[in-house]
């Protein structure tokens, strides 16, 4: 919105060609995200309290939980404005990789929001059945995942692409497309919801994962940059660096009040979203193994309950003293805190990792 304001005065008067500057946009994209979660913050938590929306813990998790009853939960609805209102201020509006990217966070969100409702609001504790939550996340992946395939003006935005090798890239027809793209959004949307069980832990490698696809959407929307550095050019993917920037400066702002000992919780109406919307920017810029190396803490959490459930159904034993695995080392003995910062860590190496992939080929 503001950038077309300013792509309007520019003819005019010159100070407002440099908002054409794609990455100048990045940056206030960042600073009005973050600026709108710090403003918007305290009156959301206080709402949420006096509404009782409130965190129910598990009775079987560790004991180091109970005082987080009652912790507002939804704030994630938080980080979904934040970014909604700072990209529309600041990207080109006439992009299309930018509206499927805002659809299914907006969209996955909404599920979480109704999963949220009926858990805290209603009192369900099952919140929305299982096969229902699944059949609305696909049916917006596979959604998705159709529009992203069948809107592609260049052989490259359907190509798969092999890290560390210039030369590979495998051409997917439609139905293989169409299943990476939905299991990546679907997948991820997940992946951090299972993640999203100590404060600020999920929120943080998602913030660092969103920089690092935001470096992979600017320069795959360059032609000379991506020739260069030998990876898929994607016409128009460069706007995804306002929007990744806008999840970052969202994720920091929420962070702020989600930090140890966190005033409020992201709920699934938050960790759904921003996972949907990695999955999504992953596969528009043609980086899916990239980013899933990147949000190895994410798979990790994911496989660690898929391991946990297969073990005990199949020999009656568990793998881990508890799943997701952050609890199984929290009952190890490890302070909250400790187990949170090595896990921003460990996905700070792995983004590096990620990165280092632009130009080890």
């Known amino acids: 919105m503001l950038y077309w304001i300013a792509k309007l005065l520019a003819p005019h008067f010159g100070v407002f060609r440099v908002f054409s500057y794609l990455t100048l946009r990045a940056i206030l994209a960042v600073i009005s995200a973050l600026a709108l979660s710090l403003l918007v913050g305290p009156a959301m938590i206080a709402r949420l309290s006096r509404y009782q929306i409130g965190q129910v813990v598990r009775e079987e998790g560790p004991r180091s939980h109970l005082p987080k009853a009652g912790t507002p939960t939804m704030g994630g609805a938080l980080i979904i404005v934040a970014i909604v209102v700072s990209t529309l201020l600041w990207v080109d509006l006439r992009d299309r990789f930018i509206w499927v990217t805002l659809a299914v966070t907006v969209g996955f969100g909404v599920i979480g929001f109704y999963d949220d409702y009926l858990k805290l609001v209603v009192g369900n504790s099952r919140g929305l059945a299982a096969r229902w939550k699944y059949f609305w996340q696909s049916l917006l992946g596979l959604g998705a995942a159709i529009f992203l395939y069948r809107s592609a003006h260049a052989p490259a935005e359907t190509d798969f692409f092999v890290p560390f090798v210039k030369s590979i890239s ?9 299943t990476v793209a939905y299991f990546m959004i679907v997948g991820m949307s997940n992946a951090v919801n299972l993640t999203d069980g100590l404060d600020g832990l999920a929120i943080m490698p998602a913030v660092l994962v969103a920089g690092a696809l935001g470096v992979f959407a600017y320069a795959s929307g360059n032609e000379i940059f991506a020739r260069y550095l030998a990876i898929p050019a994607i016409p ?24 140890y000992p966190a005033q409020v919780f992201m709920g699934d109406i938050g960790a759904l979203a921003l996972g949907a919307a990695l999955g999504v920017i992953a596969v528009i810029v043609r980086q899916e193994i990239v980013a899933l190396v990147m949000s190895g803490i994410f798979v990790i959490e994911t496989a660690s309950v898929i391991l946990q459930v297969s073990s005990y159904k199949l020999t009656g034993r568990r793998i881990f003293r508890m799943a997701p695995i952050h609890h199984h080392f929290e009952l190890q003995g490890w302070a909250e805190p400790k187990v949170i910062v090595r896990f921003w860590i460990i996905t700070l190496l792995l983004v590096l990792a990620g990165l280092s992939t632009l130009k080890l080929r």
């Open 236 to 259: 128009q993917a460069g706007e995804l660096l306002v929007l990744c920037s806008a999840l970052g400066g969202a994720g920091l702002g929420f962070l702020w009040f989600n930090s």
């Open 170 to 178: 495998v051409p997917l027809g439609a139905a293989s497309f169409i």
